[in-house]
């Protein structure tokens, strides 16, 4: 029983503890958590024992889950190698570039990107990959500039847009300066303008990448220094040997302009061969070859005797006016040119005192000389002749004929005169007896006179176009010839000395002109130290007193400067300029004087006040007018030549320089507008475009000399704008008219008195005719007649109008005493008559379109009327009716109205020659003679013997015999005619072309 219970209690104590196990199991599972209760669903949680699964067993899974830790841990131990490797790689290569193995660097780049392409380390390879290559063909002692730059700009391209490049913009600065620089020196050494142009477009990527500072500036003018260099280089090879070649060509042509012009095109297209030792010595050469252009020959005896001009007396009318009475001579003279005639003046009182014709347009001014005896040195345009003439009376002392006219004044230096010529020429002349010592003939036009050197023993002349002379005085020759930028034409002055320094002036556009300050060697050779621009043209000599020098300019201007010599100072300081209130141009000629002051004689004489920077303008004018020469000066006075605006009558003024007054004026030469008999019969009027009016005798023109006073005058407007005009009345009076701003007539009396003043209604058009009735005047758009008798105004002819406008009048005739003829633009011949009643009035006759058109005013001779057409034709007119009566074909332009006398028309063609034409039997011609060029001085005059004297306005006197043919008989008057011959009281009358009036005998020149 003991037995049965101890089972009892043993199975119950079994059961006890297996409930135990369980409760302890169960309390472990819920001690896991999530981890226990994942475990169990894993195994299918407890399990009664004969139903566990072996996929279930602990073992297994625990096998399994030992096994995907390890996969797990290999794949992060795998991808952590991986990685390493990556960035090892891009780090050797990033190593090779920066070690400069770039065949390794490319490759390994090459690699990564085979492998890592899509990694984000890609994007850096890319960029290290494209500096390699870029480094690969500059970062070497034999770069490849153009593959260089070729992978420089793909690196650009490729690369622009990638996170990091900005990180290498100033490594993309750096590679496009090395470029700019190899590129520079490869293209020197191989003369390739490929690597040129490849460190040109480097440059630019550079600037691109420099920011906003840009390239420093030493750095930038050092790889354009270079640069400069290779493209002297590749023009070396490109270009120079066939420039050279071409220059040689032409120096064995003796065109040393053109070589010249050759080598400086060369050196605009390649600035690097500036200093080039090869170039330098092709200039040498050229200039060497242009010093041996410079021809030296000797020269001619002067001349003695006077030409064969016929000795007229003449009278010239040189009236005084003075603004003083207490004037006395002290024996001094001055000398001036007005026309065409030297004149000598009594310094003190203005009396002139002799006359010299020398012709119109003379180049240069009288100049006092001291030779054996005091001289006025002169050139006369009549002959061509250096000429001297005594002070004393103007006699000849001797004359030199000139190949050439003179370019310039001429340059006197102790016995010596140089004088240069436009035929390139410069003579050199003794002033004692005028012989041509020695003469050198340039390649090109010189502008004179040359500059003297301060140690007196060279002269500088430029050359018209590039070249500047450097000659030695003796003897006269060429000793250095030097290349000085200017162009053809811009030197209008001479060049100056100032003391060292010679200054050169030319003018660089139509508003800048610049001095060029040269410095000269010990062998003449000369060089440009400085230049200094200037506002305006500069046609005028410059003036150096001292250390001041002013230079005139365009228009009315003067600008001053300051000359020193010391070293570290500019050759020029500017000290300032001003300028006339107008600013009308005219030449400019300047007299400098003490404390600083400047006198400008242009349009009128005006003085500056030089300051420490800056010049003043006083207010004072005098000697108003155009200024024709330069200022002479005496003493205190100055000496001034002038013209009015609208006249080319000259007036010699003496003025007080300080007090800017004049003290007397003398009339050099006038145009006379009006010429007619005086009452009395031995005596003529003549009236002066300025307002005198003169009574001359015949007998003082016979006698000749001076007249000093005239009749009468009138005022003319002020500020006249329009020329002043004369007309000789059918009563025998004359008359002067002027038109804009005030248009009016003044007629006098028959013994030269103003008789009064007609004011017109309109400016004329055209120079007016006398009627019986009064004087006509052609006017826009209507006739006017004036000066009627009894003071009475007569209604106008009024023209028609066509589309609103007047149209203006071509010409004015007066065809009978009553009647005139004029011709409007529409080419309508309009003939009107004045009628005294029964009121004064210009009636129209007649309003004609005739079938030829002219330009030239109608001749009329009788009845009849003759045309010179612009067909070249002489059409011969019934006056009145405009009958056609006769016509020829001159088969050329005629070029002057057709002048008529007796039976004969005189027609002047080409500016060629006249040809004669008899009025009876349809204008057969009878005769013809030259003009030379110039042409006739008014119509031909009917002599008693019924042959005809003509002048030509030379001065040539020809004379046609009865029957219409030349005369072997030709005289020359030794002086130019303005008009004649005219018979006045009997006389014959020629007026000179300064207003000189000359008495010629019927039987002249047979």
């Known amino acids: 029983m003991a037995q049965k219970e101890f089972g009892k209690n043993a199975v119950d104590a079994a059961a006890e503890a297996t409930r135990a196990q369980q409760a302890a199991l169960a309390k472990r599972q819920l001690s896991r958590g999530r981890f226990s209760q994942l475990t169990e669903k894993l195994t299918g949680g407890p399990e009664r024992p004969g139903e566990q699964k072996i996929g279930r067993s602990p073992i297994v899974l625990g096998l399994t889950g030992m096994t995907l830790a390890a996969m797990l841990l290999a794949g992060i131990f795998?991808?952590?190698?991986?990685?390493?490797?990556?960035?090892?790689?891009?780090?050797?290569?990033?190593?090779?570039?920066?070690?400069?193995?770039?065949?390794d660097a490319d490759g390994q780049f090459l690699n990564f990107l085979a492998s890592y392409s899509q990694s984000a380390s890609a994007d850096p390879a890319r960029i290290g990959l494209h500096r390699t290559r870029v480094e690969k063909n500059i970062m070497t002692e034999y770069p490849d500039v153009i593959k260089g730059l070729e992978e420089l700009t793909q690196l650009q391209a490729v690369c622009r847009d990638l996170p990091g490049f900005d990180d290498i913009k100033d490594q993309i600065r750096l590679y496009a300066d090395r470029l700019t620089y190899a590129g520079s020196i490869v293209a020197e050494v191989t003369q390739d303008q490929k690597a040129l142009d490849a460190s040109i477009a480097a440059m630019e990527i550079m600037k691109r990448y420099a920011g906003e500072a840009g390239i420093k500036p030493d750095r930038q003018a050092e790889l354009e220094r270079l640069q400069r260099l290779?493209?002297?280089?590749?023009?070396?090879?490109?270009?120079?040997q066939s420039r050279v070649t071409e220059i040689r060509e032409l120096l064995e042509t003796g065109k040393t302009i053109a070589a010249i012009g050759v080598r400086d095109r060369l050196l605009e297209a390649y600035p690097g061969l500036t200093g080039d030792k090869d170039l330098n010595a092709i200039q040498q050469e050229i200039l060497e070859k242009e010093k041996q252009l410079v021809v030296h020959s000797e020269g001619l005896d002067a001349l003695k005797a006077v030409d064969n001009a016929a000795n007229f007396k003449s009278l010239s009318l040189a009236l005084r006016t003075q603004a003083a009475t207490d004037l006395s001579s002290q024996g001094r003279s001055v000398f001036g040119i007005g026309i065409d005639s030297v004149f000598a003046l009594d310094a003190d009182t203005g009396d002139p005192l002799w006359r010299h014709p020398v012709g119109v347009d003379s180049p240069f001014a009288p100049i006092a000389v001291k030779g054996t005896e005091p001289g006025v040195l002169i050139f006369s345009t009549l002959s061509g002749e250096l000429q001297l003439l005594s002070q004393h009376d103007g006699h000849l002392l001797w004359r030199q004929p000139l190949e050439g006219r003179p370019s310039a004044m001429p340059l006197v230096v102790s016995d010596q005169i140089f004088i240069t010529t436009q035929n390139h020429e410069m003579w050199q002349i003794a002033v004692a007896n005028g012989h041509a010592l020695s003469r050198l003939k340039f390649s090109q036009s010189i502008i004179g006179p040359p500059a003297l050197a301060s140690d007196g023993s060279k002269l500088v002349i430029p050359g018209d176009e590039t070249l500047v002379y450097t000659l030695s005085l003796n003897p006269l020759s060429c000793i250095a010839v030097s290349q000085i930028p200017h162009k053809a034409g811009s030197v209008k002055t001479p060049m100056l000395a100032a003391g060292k320094y010679f200054l050169m002036c030319d003018n660089v556009s139509a508003e800048t002109a610049r001095i060029q300050t040269l410095n000269i060697d010990a062998n003449g050779g000369l060089k440009v130290e400085t230049e200094d621009p200037i506002e305006g043209q500069i046609n005028d000599p410059c003036l150096l007193r001292g250390y001041d020098l002013f230079v005139p300019s365009t228009p009315q201007r003067v600008t001053a400067f300051r000359v020193a010599e010391e070293i570290g100072h500019p050759p020029l300081s500017r000290v300032g300029a001003n300028q006339l209130e107008e600013g009308i141009q005219t030449r400019m000629f300047l007299l400098a004087g003490p404390s600083a002051q400047l006198w400008l004689a242009g349009r009128d004489l005006r003085k500056f006040q030089t300051r420490?920077?800056?010049?003043?303008?006083?207010?004072?004018?005098?000697?108003?007018?155009?200024?024709l020469q330069p200022i002479q000066f005496v003493d205190e006075a100055v000496f001034l030549t002038t013209k009015n605006p609208q006249s080319s009558s000259v007036f010699f003024t003496r003025t007080n320089r300080e007090e800017m007054k004049g003290t007397w004026r003398t009339v050099l030469g006038s145009k006379l507008v009006a010429v007619g008999p005086a009452a009395g019969g031995d005596?003529?009027?003549?009236?002066?475009?300025?307002?005198?009016?003169?009574?001359?005798?015949?007998?003082?023109?016979?006698?000749?000399?001076?007249?000093?006073?005239?009749?009468?005058?009138?005022?003319?407007?002020?500020?006249?704008?329009?020329?002043?005009?004369?007309?000789?009345?059918?009563?025998?009076?004359?008359?002067?008219?002027?038109?804009?701003?005030?248009?009016?007539?003044?007629?006098?009396?028959?013994?030269?008195?103003?008789?009064?003043?007609?004011?017109?209604?309109?400016?004329?058009?055209?120079?007016?005719?006398?009627?019986?009735?009064?004087?006509?005047?052609?006017?826009?758009g209507r006739l006017h007649i004036s000066a009627i008798a009894g003071g009475q105004t007569a209604e106008d002819y009024r023209a028609s109008q066509t589309q609103n406008q007047q149209q203006p009048w071509k010409s004015l005739t007066a065809i009978s005493s009553t009647q005139v003829l004029a011709v409007n633009a529409d080419n309508q011949f309009v003939r009107a008559e004045f009628r005294a009643t029964p009121r004064p009035q210009l009636a129209e006759l007649s309003v004609t379109n005739v079938p030829y058109l002219i330009e030239l005013p109608p001749a009329i001779l009788g009845d009849f009327l003759f045309l010179?057409?612009?067909?070249?034709?002489?059409?011969?007119?019934?006056?009145?009716?405009?009958?056609?009566?006769?016509?020829?074909?001159?088969?050329?332009?005629?070029?002057?109205?057709?002048k008529v006398a007796g039976g004969f028309v005189f027609?002047?063609?080409?500016?060629k020659d006249v040809r004669v034409f008899k009025t009876e039997g349809g204008l057969p011609q009878t005769a013809s003679f030259p003009l030379d060029g110039h042409a006739l001085a008014g119509d031909p005059l009917l002599l008693s013997d019924l042959s005809y004297l003509i002048a030509?306005?030379?001065g040539k006197l020809i004379?046609?015999?009865?029957?219409?043919?030349?005369?072997?008989?030709?005289?020359?008057?030794?002086?130019?005619?303005?008009?004649?011959?005219?018979?006045?009281?009997?006389?014959?009358?020629v007026i000179a072309q300064d207003g000189s009036l000359y008495q010629i005998a019927e039987n002249v020149g047979m």
Request: aromatic share 6%; proline share 5%.
């Open 78 to 103: 795998w991808f952590m190698t991986a990685h390493t490797r990556e960035e090892r790689q891009l780090k050797e290569a990033v190593a090779s570039l920066d070690q400069q193995r770039y065949i």
């Open 230 to 240: 290779a493209s002297a280089a590749i023009a070396k090879k490109t270009e120079f």
């Open 612 to 627: 420490t920077n800056t010049i003043l303008l006083d207010s004072g004018i005098t000697a108003e007018g155009i200024h």
């Open 683 to 780: 005596s003529l009027l003549a009236i002066g475009d300025y307002g005198e009016a003169y009574r001359v005798s015949m007998a003082d023109i016979a006698k000749g000399g001076f007249q000093r006073e005239s009749t009468s005058r009138f005022r003319l407007p002020d500020k006249l704008t329009s020329e002043v005009g004369g007309v000789a009345l059918k009563d025998g009076r004359v008359a002067a008219w002027c038109g804009a701003p005030e248009p009016a007539m003044w007629t006098f009396t028959s013994t030269g008195q103003l008789e009064r003043k007609w004011t017109l209604p309109d400016a004329p058009q055209l120079p007016p005719v006398a009627l019986d009735g009064g004087v006509v005047f052609a006017m826009p």
């Open 868 to 898: 010179a057409t612009t067909d070249g034709k002489l059409v011969m007119l019934q006056a009145t009716t405009l009958e056609r009566l006769a016509e020829i074909d001159l088969g050329t332009i005629p070029n002057a109205m057709p």
């Open 907 to 911: 027609v002047e063609v080409a500016n």
């Open 952 to 954: 030509r306005t030379d």
């Open 959 to 989: 004379r046609l015999n009865p029957d219409g043919t030349v005369s072997d008989s030709v005289v020359q008057l030794g002086q130019a005619i303005q008009q004649g011959p005219l018979n006045i009281n009997g006389q014959i009358i």
